[in-house]
């Protein structure tokens, strides 16, 4: 039996999504399995991207204050996302998007899209994730307000995916959707599936860190603080919100990668960590079951230094990389 390492990446959700597994399938079915992935991850991409005017997320931003009849899969999006904001007493919020606006973030950041038509919400409120209704078959908001299910709805899409993908004789697998990743198993060679860790100093460099995944199912995410160019003035910005200030975080964190048992779980729990601050973040991180993290951080002399926790977390080895983990 011979096993091949079989990978494709295309763009979608707003940045590179790469889908690659492991496995002894012949070519005919090689195919169909990534020609079905990639159809999940288009048709959810049309169905609830903020940056698609006729999304199901998009029409019911538009419709707060109404009574909205939803599909089964933005209900469950919506159940998992209000149940994250309770568990952390809204440190994560869904209606953080008009601050997340104001802050700068109004228009795609994927080249050749930043143009196009877009919903503007900065003037509505951020409010309580309570005040996210959620019937059998409908769901509302209060008017004046709006979400934003951000790396939820990633997180979400990507463990679909690893479930989906489980369906066929796949040895391994990794699929990373614009740095959210799902793996499972073990490389060509039977050894642990490996992934770089972005370097905090250097964007587009890898860190003298990596993960040696679990060989079960796994979700990876790292989040950062690293400066966009402002879509509406000149000054800079990032996209962690603190929901206290509903401003930019400011934090000693400038990239907090996270390995939980799902993708969904680690995205939020890396969002979650920067926001918190090296100080408070291991705490939460483990009072929330995370299995591993590392936390590249600068003190206020601009020293940087670093946080790390769980076996999975290792030093840089000269070994065969199969994906790189990429700030979301």
Partial sequence: MRLNELSQTKTALGGKVTLGFVSDLSYAEVENIFNKLWKKVYVFERQ?????PMSELSIFNRSAGLKNFITPEFRNILIKAKKLGIKTKGVYNPFILPALQRAGYIRSALPGYENNPQDNYQ???VVN????????????????????????????LADQLAEEIMNYSIYGYWLSLDGDIATYGYDENGNNLTLSIQSANNINDVSDWMIRCP???SGVATSGVFSRKNQ???KEWHHIIDPITLKPARTDIRLATVCANNVIDADFLASCAIIFGSDKAERFLSHCGAKAWL???VDD?????EKKYGSFIKERLAIHDNMAVQNA
């Fill in 232 to 234: 509406k003035e000149s």
């Fill in 48 to 52: 609830f991207s903020r940056f698609i």
């Fill in 215 to 217: 060989s079960k199912q």
């Fill in 301 to 305: 002399k601009g020293v940087s230094f």
């Fill in 295 to 297: 936390l590249q951080c």
């Fill in 129 to 156: 994730v309570e005040q996210l209704e959620i019937g059998d078959y409908w769901a509302t908001i209060p008017y004046g307000t709006a979400i934003d299910l951000g790396g939820c709805g990633k997180g979400y």
């Fill in 123 to 125: 003037n509505r409120s």
